[in-house]
């Protein structure tokens, strides 16, 4: 346990020194370079080997890269993420994901990898900063909760260790996290005013329970590649993978909606 909270403050302080010093395309390599660690673990984790996971990463590198230069296309990717959280990922979840065929397993993880690097590459930082805060505290909460209260498994045939009483207790903070957000931040807190709090809160409850996603997801993906981590790079917590899943999930679709909040 120790050996995980040291390893989280590292990646924390650097994560926020990177974010605070760098410029935008700076910022933009190191993201290219977790998104590439992170494709590289995805290959592996559906069986792939050698050259192959090398190749796959640069693929993914290079989807991604192409979707940066073309900023036109910026919410057509962010659309797809969410029809690829809320539609292809519960389904999967419900029928068992399956590493097969190869090509099926390839477009999954750039599903799951390039609309959050395009979003963590594109969005300010102070909304970025935002949103991961939102998943950092559900998964922190969600953790706490469980070990206190948890009675009902959420998926024991996935992830034993997760409850609803988990679930809920992430809700809760997020929840208290976007309204204590929107009336600190000066810009958030001039948009949200009487009606737009429903939809506001809304976006932010999908948002917690699309990080329970995407953290299921990476789950299940384990589980049928008979791996307890994604990797090993990371002391007391196993792989970039493990660290971005709910992440990745959640990032793109917070990312749409504050466009939407920010357009109306």
């Known amino acids: 346990m120790l050996v995980r909270i040291l390893t989280g403050l590292v990646l924390l302080a650097a994560f926020l020194a990177a974010l605070l010093l760098l410029d935008r395309a700076w910022f933009s390599v190191l993201v290219g370079a977790v998104l590439a660690l992170g494709a590289n673990e995805w290959a592996r984790l559906t069986g792939w080997r050698g050259r192959t996971t090398i190749a796959y990463a640069a693929a993914c590198l290079l989807v991604w890269y192409a979707f940066l230069q073309l900023p036109a296309t910026t919410e057509s990717v962010l659309l797809g993420a969410l029809l690829f959280w809320v539609g292809a990922v519960p389904y999967w979840l419900?029928?068992?994901?399956?590493?097969?065929?190869?090509?099926?397993?390839?477009?999954?993880?750039?599903?799951?990898?390039?609309?959050?690097?395009?979003?963590?590459?594109?969005?300010p930082r102070g909304d970025l900063l935002m949103l991961l805060g939102l998943v950092w505290i559900a998964d922190s909460a969600a953790y706490f909760a469980g070990r206190a209260f948890?009675?009902?498994?959420?998926?024991?045939?996935?992830?034993?260790?997760?409850?609803?009483?988990?679930?809920?207790?992430?809700?809760?903070?997020?929840?208290?996290?976007?309204?204590?957000?929107?009336?600190?931040?000066?810009?958030?807190?001039?948009?949200?005013q009487g009606a737009v709090w429903v939809p506001y809160l809304v976006g932010a409850g999908f948002l917690c329970?699309?990080?329970?996603?995407?953290?299921?997801?990476?789950?299940?993906?384990?589980?049928?590649?008979?791996?307890?981590?994604?990797?090993?790079?990371?002391?007391?917590?196993?792989?970039?993978?493990?660290?971005?899943?709910?992440?990745?999930?959640?990032?793109?679709?917070?990312?749409?909606?504050?466009?939407?909040?920010?357009?109306?």
């Open 209 to 264: 329970a699309v990080s329970v996603l995407g953290d299921l997801f990476e789950s299940a993906v384990k589980r049928q590649a008979g791996a307890k981590d994604s990797g090993a790079l990371l002391p007391g917590h196993g792989g970039v993978l493990d660290r971005i899943d709910a992440i990745a999930a959640a990032l793109p679709i917070g990312a749409l909606l504050l466009r939407q909040l920010q357009a109306g």
């Open 150 to 192: 948890g009675r009902r498994k959420l998926a024991p045939a996935i992830s034993p260790g997760k409850t609803w009483e988990g679930v809920a207790g992430a809700m809760v903070s997020c929840l208290a996290y976007a309204i204590i957000c929107a009336m600190a931040i000066p810009s958030l807190h001039a948009q949200i």
């Open 94 to 123: 419900a029928r068992g994901w399956r590493a097969s065929p190869p090509a099926l397993a390839a477009l999954a993880g750039l599903a799951v990898l390039v609309p959050a690097g395009v979003a963590m590459a594109v969005l």
